[in-house]
């Protein structure tokens, strides 16, 4: 059983027109076999909560921690966030000129376990895993993410998440730009790395059409760099009705809990 | 490509590309690739450049004429001068030649033939090596010739700035299979001209390493004329010197020939290395390829790639192809890369030309960490992978490991 926990995040980035706050304050904790939805409109800070946790060095943490089973996640390197077993699947995953995808899924396996993968195993849990998200044989050959299309590199996104079996996931994003068939098998690939057993998932998404596939236990409502409101699955399916218009721009958490009790009331 | 969409004498150029670098965002790798620009540039044809033995006939480049346009000039002052290779104290470079039992035959003065046969010298660098050259190494391959191991020819530099003249005669008779290696070390000012016949059927690889030391200078013009149904490959691998400028020109002899013109480069800091290609579609149902692959990192690293290639009229039935792609590690290089193809007639097979750039930026460093590889590793991971298209069609192990760790070790030096 792991932890992974962020209390009171702030992040900012640099800008032109200079420094802007963006997380203002975000407390999260995830463990292993739970599935936590972050949903919120565009520009409310999902991806940069994603980002940070990886390590990506354009968001600067100003204040706040995030520990996975007590180590401190932001004293470690990008790699060594992945090695400890953090895993983001990209909204925008990079095309790597030159790396061919074998080559790539084996290094990262080698680092991610500490030794190489035994090679007869390894090739069939490649093919197999790609046959199960559909993926082509011959995208081994290809390099990593060149000219693949969005729906590609998504499906690749989550065969990472299969094969190196993370200790949490957080997909930003995974499914942007798919399609209704892509979606259900890239779901899947989640769902099946999630029934190992060993895993916790942060799924940032805007829209609520993958948590027919994905079921989150619990749901957090993002706006404006903060979380808003938290809830169980059926605060997603009140998200799909009403959209996040009630959730206006300098409402604070407190006017919505009001607002909702007089909605029930 | 048909007679119908290619009726008429096209160039087809690309300007150079500049200004690689990308802010804000930068998620994706700086790409240009070429499109068929017709009719953007305006020159004459390809096969209208002046070749002579005539120093006098080249005047000294200011680095405004076409094939120039690119070097750094004022750098190439010793070698663009008509002197003589310096002997005191001792010869500028040594010579190695290791081929089997009389291969090696007399040497030829200028004007006996085979020598000046194919290479005519098509700038003022090859005419000065031509004129200051007065005994030209011939090594001779003969016929149905199958040598185990490859022929090398090994120049060693003495010292930086000393001036040496090179000019070498290679045939290769009908129906041999042979690999010669030209490898350069130390440092010269060194101007090399090869000079490479291969018959009918034969099949030559000629791999030409530049492994100078820091402060060498080099300029080399690489003429073949390949005969019947022989195989050419031509691989031009450029790692060390200051200044590098390597012309790799090539044409036919006979009917299905094949030419085939690869290269490899890892510019450094202040380095300048230049590769030109020209492939001469002279004669009916010849095909070539070419392919050239560089890695640029550190200020004023500069690479530059200008890849000719000229379908003449007679040529039908050609199938010809050129890339030359190019992978930027850090800020304040710089890649040129111009394809330029004629073509005279519509009845060939095909005609083709690519040319990209990449940057290796931030991105791929954090994409490839955020899944546990540390930094070091994905550099590496990158560029070997980049650079190994090339390394792996050498086909001389010994050679293809000594230049794998050439590369790490260029590699290395970026990451101190």
């Known amino acids: 059983m792991s932890t992974l926990e962020i209390k009171d995040l702030h992040v900012s980035i640099e800008t032109e027109q200079g420094t802007k706050e963006i997380l203002k304050g975000v407390s999260l904790t995830i463990r292993t076999g739970e599935t936590h939805a972050i949903m919120g409109p565009n520009g409310s800070g999902k991806s940069t909560l994603a980002s940070t946790i990886a390590g990506h060095p354009r968001y600067n943490v100003t204040s706040g921690s995030i520990t996975l089973d007590g180590e401190d996640v932001l004293a470690m390197s990008v790699d060594e966030r992945a090695r400890a077993g953090v895993f983001l699947a990209m909204q925008y995953p990079v095309e790597v000129p030159g790396v061919s995808m074998t080559n790539f899924l084996r290094t990262a396996k080698t680092a991610i376990d500490g030794e190489a993968p035994k090679l007869r195993t390894w090739t069939k849990d490649v093919k197999a895993a790609m046959q199960k998200l559909r993926i082509d044989a011959d995208f081994t050959q290809r390099n990593v993410n060149e000219g693949f299309s969005g729906g590609e590199k998504k499906r690749v996104e989550i065969l990472q998440l299969e094969l190196f079996k993370p200790k949490f996931a957080v997909l930003d994003e995974t499914d942007s730009g798919l399609d209704v068939d892509a979606l259900k098998v890239v779901s899947e690939g989640v769902n099946r790395a999630h029934a190992e057993g060993n895993m916790g998932t942060l799924l940032i998404t805007h829209y609520t059409r993958i948590l027919r596939y994905i079921k989150p236990e619990f749901v957090h409502v993002f706006v404006d760099g903060q979380v808003v409101e938290e809830g169980g699955p059926e605060l997603a399916d009140r998200l799909e009705e009403e959209g996040y218009d009630r959730y206006a721009k300098g409402a604070g958490a407190a006017t919505i809990s009001a607002a909702d009790a007089a909605v029930q009331g | ?416």
């Not at chain 2, 096209?10 to 620009?37: C, M, Q, W, Y």
């Not at chain 2, 290769?172 to 018959?199: F, K, M």
């Not at chain 2, 290639?309 to 050609?318: E, M, S, W, Y």
């Not at chain 2, 994409?367 to 991971?381: C, K, Q, S």
């Open chain 2, 1 to 416: 490509m048909t007679a119908e969409t290619v009726t008429e004498k096209a160039r087809i150029g690309a300007p150079s590309i500049a200004g690689f670098t990308e802010e804000g965002e930068g998620l994706v790798a700086a790409k240009v690739d070429h499109g068929h620009n017709h009719g953007v540039t305006v020159m004459s044809s390809r096969a209208e450049r002046l070749t002579s033995f005539n120093v006098a006939d080249f005047p000294l480049p200011t680095g405004r004429e076409e094939e120039w346009r690119f070097s750094p000039v004022r750098g190439l002052a010793n070698l663009l001068s008509d002197t003589a290779t310096d002997l005191d104290p001792a010869p500028a470079a040594d010579f190695t030649v290791d081929a089997p039992e009389g291969y090696v035959r007399t040497p030829l003065a200028a004007g006996s033939a085979p020598r000046g046969t194919v290479l005519v010298p098509a700038d003022r660098a090859a005419a000065v090596a031509s004129a200051n050259t007065e005994e030209a190494l011939h090594v001779v391959i003969p016929a149905d010739a199958e040598p185990a191991e490859p022929l090398r020819i090994l120049v060693h530099g003495r010292g930086a700035g000393h001036r040496s003249n090179a000019h070498y005669v290679l045939e290769a008779g009908a129906n041999s299979r042979s690999v010669v290696i030209l490898e350069h070390t130390g440092a010269a000012d060194h101007n090399g001209n090869l000079e490479v016949i291969v018959g009918e059927g034969a099949k030559l690889t000629v791999i030409s390493v530049q492994l100078w030391e820091d402060d060498a200078k080099h300029l080399a013009q690489h003429d073949a004329q390949v005969g019947k149904d022989a195989v050419y490959k031509h691989i031009a691998v450029s790692l060390g010197g200051s200044i590098v400028r390597l012309n790799s020109n090539v044409r036919f002899s006979g009917e299905g020939a094949e030419a085939e013109l690869l290269g490899l480069y890892f510019a450094d800091a202040g380095q300048h290395l230049e590769h030109r290609s020209f492939v001469d579609h002279n004669v009916a149902n010849c095909k070539s390829n070419v392919l050239y692959k560089g890695a640029l990192q550190g200020k004023d690293a500069h690479t530059v790639w200008v890849g000719d290639v000229l379908i003449q009229k007679q040529a039908l039935g050609t199938d010809s192809y050129e890339k030359n792609q190019n992978l930027i590690l850090t800020d304040g290089c710089r890649a040129d890369s111009v394809p330029n193809l004629e073509i005279e007639t519509g009845l060939i097979e095909g005609a083709g030309h690519a040319s990209s750039t990449g940057r290796f930026d931030d991105e791929h460093l954090f994409y490839l960490m955020a899944r546990g590889i540390p930094e070091d590793v994905a550099r590496r991971l990158v560029v070997r992978g980049f650079l190994n298209e090339i390394i792996q069609k050498i086909n001389v192990p010994a050679l293809e490991e000594r230049l794998t760790e050439a590369v790490e070790r260029e590699l290395a030096a970026s990451e101190n």
